[in-house]
């Protein structure tokens, strides 16, 4: 490791580890300063399940800091009792050391860089930043003042900053491995996923511990498609830190992106395991349940990941539509209302709780959510078809029909769309949107999107053909919806075949 005499600057390499007696200048007979220990930090930043941000090295006092002015000896001592106390995970300790450093000399730039790096591990950005801002004024060849600087840009999410300090710092000194691994991030963060896994290779051959670089380059191995070479960082990322759990996270990501969902779900348990409070884990694991149609443990893991965020929107929306599926409407639409008051403008959540309201047969408040959504977004071709269905439930067929149409204008393509127009025109209670030719055409459509496997689409065509007259017809695809239907839709079609039947004989009720 690199050590730094805190008297005469001299600059020499050691074989000691950080928690082992500081040895003596040979030039000074002074002590000389060890690093911060990167194992205590690589921790405190662990956020976002895709790719948490790394700690910046702290690096020991630099000479080059000290070229413009003489500092004080006690200034010195500060910080190289800082500089121990950070190695101790002793921040707060730490933090006192270099705020009296620079009580001391103003113009020390170690100690400003020292200061702002614990204030970026605290999460204090500005103050982090104005002071890496004034090591840099100071020392404009400050390398680590740059990379530090860089990843608070990170923080702020301000990439294109970022990536100029890391350039900078790369230009100053290129072996340090973080400048390159940060300036990865902020590209992959940018999209530049090429360019990221060159600067995450870079890194590796600079250090190849340095913790979360084979985690974020398998993240960006995702991004542009190369799922075996994600997978291979994160087993490289477990063989290093058995408990990470994001890299099992993000090796579930990619068993679900290659349809292995039980291997996902045990990457996904170990995940949460290893993380309790890991609500991104609890959300993909309930999504995976919810698409096997196991709602109650969707819910259950739904529910766990509001637990662990309160403000996670998506669980709302995905625990809304499991209380659907259930029948468990009025939770259903105590979720979209929740929704909405985290979300306010999103049509999805609107559209989603009207059609709750419908399930309950409350097709005003339906009616006023679809009306609400279309007004957020104008295109919103599902908004129209589920608008259309309420005003269908009451009577009102023109304003009905105008809705099908703009749907299926929109390029609304789902089978139940043109199912639910067939309908309209097949059951109507109003002989001017009673058309049987109209009807079998539609229905036809809905039966060729849906394959000829959905047994509403096949009633509905049996419908539309009674309606046209075509007895025959209605009677052999009700047969065939009766054999695709689960029990109350056998019960359905069962009524269907015998009005169809009594309709065929000429016997009316």
């Not at 099992?248 to 068993?255: E, G, L, T």
């Not at 105590?334 to 403008?345: H, K, T, V, Y």
């Not at 679809?370 to 009451?394: C, G, K, M, N, V």
């Not at 025109?425 to 060729?448: K, N, P, Q, V, Y």
Request: hydrophobic share 40%; glycine share 4%; proline share 4%.
């Amino acid at each position: 490791m690199q050590l730094c005499c805190p008297r005469c600057e001299t600059t020499v390499k050691s074989e000691a580890t950080v928690s082992a007696e500081a040895p003596i200048c040979a030039h000074c007979g002074a002590r000389l300063r060890l690093p911060i220990s990167q194992a205590a930090l690589d921790q405190v930043f662990s956020e976002h399940h895709h790719s948490p941000l790394l700690t910046s090295e702290l690096f020991p006092p630099s000479p080059q800091a000290f070229a413009s002015a003489r500092v004080r000896e006690n200034a010195v001592t500060h910080i190289t009792r800082g500089t121990a106390h950070a190695a101790k995970g002793e921040f707060d300790r730490a933090l006192v050391e270099f705020q009296a450093a620079i009580e001391c000399d103003p113009r020390s730039a170690l100690a400003h860089n020292n200061r702002g790096y614990l204030f970026m591990l605290r999460k204090e950005y500005d103050k982090a930043l104005a002071d890496f801002n004034f090591t840099i004024e100071l020392d404009r060849h400050f390398a680590t003042a740059f990379n530090n600087r860089g990843f608070v840009w990170i923080a702020k999410k301000d990439y294109d900053q970022a990536i100029m300090d890391c350039d900078r710092a790369i230009q100053l000194d290129p072996t340090i491995a973080l400048a390159h691994h940060n300036r990865g991030f902020a590209l992959a963060a940018q999209g530049h996923c090429e360019r990221a896994i060159s600067d995450f290779n870079a890194a590796l051959l600079l250090d190849p511990k340095l913790p979360n670089v084979l985690q974020n380059r398998g993240a960006a191995y995702i991004s542009i498609g190369e799922f075996d070479k994600a997978i291979a960082d994160f087993d490289a990322t477990l063989r290093l830190q058995p408990d990470n759990p994001f890299a099992f996270f993000n090796r579930a990501f990619v068993h679900v992106i290659k349809g292995d969902l039980a291997l996902a779900a045990h990457d996904l348990d170990d995940a949460i395991r290893c993380r309790p409070d890991y609500a991104n884990a609890y959300y993909l694991r309930g999504d995976l349940n919810r698409l096997q149609k196991d709602y109650d443990r969707a819910i259950e893991d739904f529910s766990a990941a509001l637990t662990c965020n309160p403000r996670f929107a998506l669980c709302l929306y995905r625990r809304g539509e499991c209380h659907f599926e259930k029948g468990a409407v009025e939770l259903a639409v105590l979720d979209f209302s929740a929704l909405i008051d985290l979300e306010p403008n999103s049509p999805a959540a609107f559209n989603n709780r009207g059609l709750a309201y419908a399930g309950l047969n409350d097709h005003d408040r339906a009616i006023a959510d679809y009306d609400e959504a279309i007004r957020l977004d104008p295109r919103y071709a599902r908004a129209f078809h589920q608008r259309a269905i309420s005003h269908t439930a009451r009577n009102e067929f023109e304003a009905a029909t105008v809705d099908h149409i703009e749907a299926l204008r929109l390029g609304l393509t789902a089978s139940e769309a043109y199912r639910d127009f067939a309908q309209l025109w097949s059951t109507s209670s109003d002989s001017r949107f009673r058309d049987g030719g109209l009807a079998i055409e539609l229905a036809r459509e809905a039966c060729e999107l849906s394959g000829w496997e959905d047994w509403s689409c096949l009633r509905t065509l049996a419908a539309a053909c009674a309606e046209f007259g075509q007895v025959v017809e209605a009677i052999q695809w009700a047969e065939k919806a009766q054999m695709l239907a689960s029990h109350d839709g056998r019960m359905l079609c069962a009524n269907d075949l015998e009005h169809y039947h009594r309709q065929k004989l000429g016997i009316t009720m």
